[in-house]
């Protein structure tokens, strides 16, 4: 089975902080995604990243940058919190494909920004 | 507009009876479609993918797809309570060089099964 794992369900941190989301997989995936799902907004694309090193803004990246060092793990940073980055973070894997395929998706943390 | 819109709902149907929800795209270059299903507190799961016009069974679920239409749909057969979840429709547009994929979902709509 797949397995993408978030290293935190929940965070607490506050305005100001440096905040690092980590997401690791085990499936060799080439892609790897980062989302927030807000009540009544659905699930947000912030970035997503094909290779290595390669990342690609999504529709909300203002205030988040993203690290790609290794293959298996796709790191989310907040440079500098605000409260209104309160939300669940939701981390994707997925193969490569042409055509696209299928995401599968970490546990989710939980991040409330006080 | 946006590019993934879905009815959220909420969406109330019988236990035994047809649940249908819809989604439409506007990018006309997507080339794969998904549903996923998600219980509250959880992360979503895949039930469904779909590639090419027409329907796709797996079960008790029916993904149709019409490409002309920029129109997908799931239909949940025999509901059961357990059905109770939000579903999400996800459309990928593929990539033709680098950085062309995106994920997008629609905001998700709300089922519930009444027993």
Same mark, same amino acid.
């Given at each position: 089975?797949?397995?993408?794992?978030?290293?935190?369900?929940?965070?607490? /941190?506050?305005?100001?902080?440096?905040?690092?989301?980590?997401?690791?997989?085990?499936?060799?995936?080439?892609?790897?995604?980062?989302?927030?799902?807000?009540?009544?907004?659905?699930?947000?694309?912030?970035?997503?990243?094909?290779?290595?090193?390669?990342?690609?803004?999504?529709?909300?990246?203002?205030?988040?940058?993203?690290?790609?060092?290794?293959?298996?793990?796709?790191?989310?940073?907040?440079?500098?919190?605000?409260?209104?980055?309160?939300?669940?973070?939701?981390?994707?894997?997925?193969? %490569?494909? %042409?055509?696209?395929?299928?995401?599968?998706?970490?546990?989710?943390? %939980? *991040?409330?920004?006080? | 507009?946006?590019?993934?819109?879905?009815?959220?709902?909420?969406?109330?149907?019988?236990?035994?009876?047809?649940?249908?929800?819809?989604?439409?795209?506007?990018? %006309?270059?997507?080339?794969?479609?998904?549903?996923?299903?998600?219980?509250?507190? /959880?992360?979503?799961? *895949?039930?469904?993918?779909?590639?090419?016009?027409?329907?796709?069974?797996?079960?008790?679920?029916?993904?149709? *797809?019409?490409?002309?239409?920029?129109?997908?749909?799931? *239909?949940?057969?025999?509901?059961?309570?357990?059905?109770?979840?939000?579903?999400?429709?996800?459309?990928?547009?593929?990539?033709?060089?680098?950085?062309?994929?995106?994920?997008?979902?629609?905001?998700?709509?709300?089922?519930?099964?009444?027993?």
């Amino acid at each position: 089975d797949v397995k993408v794992t978030q290293s935190s369900r929940y965070l607490v /941190k506050r305005t100001g902080e440096k905040v690092f989301l980590e997401c690791v997989q085990d499936m060799d995936h080439e892609n790897m995604f980062w989302y927030r799902q807000d009540p009544g907004l659905g699930l947000r694309l912030i970035y997503f990243s094909y290779d290595v090193k390669m990342k690609e803004k999504g529709d909300i990246p203002e205030g988040y940058s993203v690290s790609r060092e290794k293959k298996e793990r796709f790191s989310l940073i907040l440079e500098s919190a605000s409260t209104n980055q309160t939300s669940m973070y939701l981390c994707a894997s997925s193969v %490569r494909d %042409r055509v696209g395929t299928e995401a599968f998706f970490g546990q989710g943390t %939980r *991040l409330t920004v006080v | 507009q946006k590019e993934v819109e879905q009815n959220s709902g909420p969406l109330s149907v019988p236990e035994g009876a047809i649940a249908s929800l819809n989604c439409t795209y506007s990018d %006309r270059g997507s080339q794969s479609f998904f549903w996923y299903r998600q219980y509250s507190g /959880k992360s979503p799961e *895949l039930i469904m993918s779909i590639y090419s016009n027409g329907d796709k069974e797996d079960g008790r679920f029916t993904a149709q *797809l019409n490409k002309a239409s920029q129109y997908v749909s799931l *239909l949940i057969r025999d509901s059961q309570p357990s059905d109770s979840a939000t579903y999400l429709c996800a459309v990928n547009r593929g990539w033709s060089n680098f950085g062309n994929e995106k994920l997008t979902f629609g905001t998700g709509t709300r089922l519930t099964i009444i027993p």
